[in-house]
C-alpha cells in the first residue's frame, strides 16, 4: 500500500488544516471485502486508524457475529481521511477532494464486495443521496463490483433497541447476507 501513502501529506482540501493525523486503514490490504466509512472521529484522528472509537468496537462486534474476522477478511476505510472539525459531516467538495484517494483504495485492495456504512459513503461513492431506512440490505452495482448499503455504527450506537426489527439487528443480517455472498464463488 505504498503507493497510499502519498496521501499523509495530503492538502486537497482544508480538513488539512485542523487533522492530526490523515487516517487511511485498518484491515487485510488484499481482502475480498472493503468497509467505506464517512470519516475519522476524535480517537481515529488521534491514533491514525479508521474506526477504533465506540462506532469501531460496535462494528468489529457485528463482524464477529456475522463471520467475519476484521483484521483477516476485510478492508476498512472512510470516505474521507482526514477528521471534519467537531465531527460535523463531510461537505461535498470534501468528498469530491477526497474521493481520488478512495478510488485508489478501491484499484489497489480490487475488493468482491463493497459495504457502505451510511448516507456519506453512499453519496461519496455512488453519487445518490438516498434514505438508509429504504438502501440498507439492497444489493447494488457499481463498476462492477457488487455494493450493499448499511446503517452506520454511530446510528446504532444512537438507537440500541435489541428487537428484531431494530437498526442493530436488520445491520446484523444484512452483515450476515455479506458474509453468504463471500463464500459464494
Ligand atoms: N465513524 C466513521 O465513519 N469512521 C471512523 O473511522 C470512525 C467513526
Ligand atoms: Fe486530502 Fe482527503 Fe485529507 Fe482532504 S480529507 S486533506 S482530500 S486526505
Request: aromatic share 4%; charged share 25%.
Amino acid at each position: 500500500m505504498s503507493e497510499l501513502l502519498d496521501c499523509e501529506h495530503c492538502t486537497a482540501c482544508d480538513l488539512a488544516l485542523t487533522r492530526q493525523r490523515v487516517v487511511i486503514s485498518r484491515g487485510a490490504a488484499m481482502a475480498p471485502l472493503m468497509l467505506i466509512g464517512e470519516a475519522p472521529g476524535a480517537q481515529e484522528d488521534a491514533m491514525g486508524q479508521p474506526f477504533v472509537g465506540r462506532s469501531g468496537q460496535l462494528l468489529d462486534r457485528l463482524l464477529l457475529d456475522a463471520g467475519l474476522n476484521p483484521e483477516q477478511d476485510l478492508y476498512i476505510c472512510n470516505a474521507v481521511k482526514c477528521r471534519p472539525p467537531q465531527n460535523r459531516r463531510p461537505k461535498r467538495g470534501e468528498l469530491t477532494a477526497c474521493r481520488p484517494w478512495l478510488d485508489r483504495q478501491i484499484d489497489l485492495v480490487d475488493p468482491r464486495v463493497i459495504v457502505l456504512l451510511g448516507a456519506t459513503a453512499v453519496e461519496s461513492l455512488l453519487g445518490i443521496k438516498g434514505g438508509m431506512t429504504q438502501l440498507r440490505g439492497q444489493w447494488l452495482s457499481w463498476e462492477g463490483r457488487v455494493v450493499m448499503p448499511i446503517f452506520h455504527p454511530s446510528y446504532l450506537l444512537r438507537n440500541p433497541s435489541r428487537a428484531a426489527d431494530a437498526p442493530t439487528a436488520l445491520t446484523l443480517a444484512d452483515l450476515r447476507v455479506v458474509q453468504q455472498r463471500l463464500c459464494e464463488r
